[in-house]
């Protein structure tokens, strides 16, 4: 069993609910990055017997053994996000345009957990046209916002997010997301908005309109413990300290992140005890277990090749 460190991310929308979780007195935390192998962020192992190396040395030296090879790094990552505004409405390439636009092997498809909702009760997910010409037109109109579609999100909901959905979180809500591990977002409109010093962001409306599927929406669904839901790279569980005394590792890796709570956790070969808190990951290997205590967790695992 190891257990990883949180990583802090600024952003402009962010807010500080995950500061005290972070270690970090930033007022604009926007992701909490839990478990995270990417060119510019990678998660520590602080306890365990892999103490002072990091989670992308760690999956290297073991993707073999777990039928991962082809990948070069963790293929999802997994982040909780506080939404403290809006975020930019944007959208990510499926497979085919990953590969095209910046030769990247696979696309992002995405899910959010909803831990607490947004003030709005919706979050902005897929299109109000029928076609892109009619986005086209909505554009030149000046008219973007009266083009994007919104969802009912409550709490404990679960958002699958396809590659090629137009879509964003909304102020308020704080939501532990699992995404596939390539880093290409493409920024469609910014609601207009302006920085302290008068500046826009930037967009890349032209790669995201070549992305976009104006017909796609996303999905809204709910965990069934013990069930798992199963994405096409990623399975997730949530899992109720107070409903199940342990929960175990199976067949493949399993990255167990607190979200709600926080416990004391014996790390029985090292003889170490760490306190967990939200955001803070333990990794399991087959046939470790851990003890979720009375806190609530979502526990992910890469998904296994149908052969
Ligand atoms: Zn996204």
């Not at 899910?111 to 554009?139: L, Q």
């Not at 956790?265 to 306190?275: G, L, N, S």
Request: proline share 6%; net charge negative; aromatic share 10%.
């Amino acid at each position: 069993m190891q257990i990883l460190k949180p990583i802090v991310h600024e952003t402009i929308w962010g807010g500080t609910k995950l500061a005290p979780y972070g270690n970090s007195s930033c007022t604009r935390i926007g992701h909490l990055y839990c478990a995270v192998d990417t060119n510019e962020f990678c998660s520590e192992i602080i306890a365990g017997s892999s103490k002072g190396r990091n989670l992308h040395e760690w999956f290297t030296e073991h993707k073999h053994e777990y039928g991962l090879g082809q990948y070069e790094q963790l293929p999802f990552l997994t982040a909780l996000v506080d939404a403290a505004q809006d975020l930019s409405i944007q959208v990510h390439p499926d497979d085919e345009m990953a590969r095209k636009l910046v030769g990247h092997p696979f696309g992002k498809n995405e899910s959010f957990y909803i831990i607490n909702p947004p003030s709005s009760g919706s979050m902005y997910s897929g299109c109000r046209v029928k076609d892109i010409e009619e986005m086209r037109r909505f554009i030149s109109q000046g008219r973007i916002a009266d083009a994007i579609d919104s969802i009912p999100v409550k709490i404990g909901d679960y958002i699958s997010i396809p590659g090629g959905t137009l879509h964003a979180a909304t102020a308020g809500s704080l939501i532990f997301e699992i995404e596939e591990n390539c880093e290409v977002t493409y920024r469609f409109w910014d609601f207009d908005r302006t920085d302290a010093v008068g500046e826009k962001r930037p967009l890349q409306l032209k790669q995201a309109m070549a992305c976009l599927h104006v017909e796609k929406k996303s999905a809204v669904r709910r965990y069934n413990p013990p069930n798992p839901i199963c994405e096409r790279m990623y399975h997730s569980w949530l899992v109720h300290g107070s409903e199940i005394e342990s929960f175990r590792c199976e067949r493949t890796f399993a990255l167990a992140t607190l979200i709600y709570g926080e416990e004391q956790v014996d790390i029985q070969d090292e003889q170490e005890t760490a306190i967990i808190r939200p955001g803070t990951t333990i990794l399991l290997t087959p046939g470790e277990a851990f003890c979720p205590g009375t806190s609530d967790w979502i526990v992910c695992s890469p998904s296994l090749k149908v052969s």
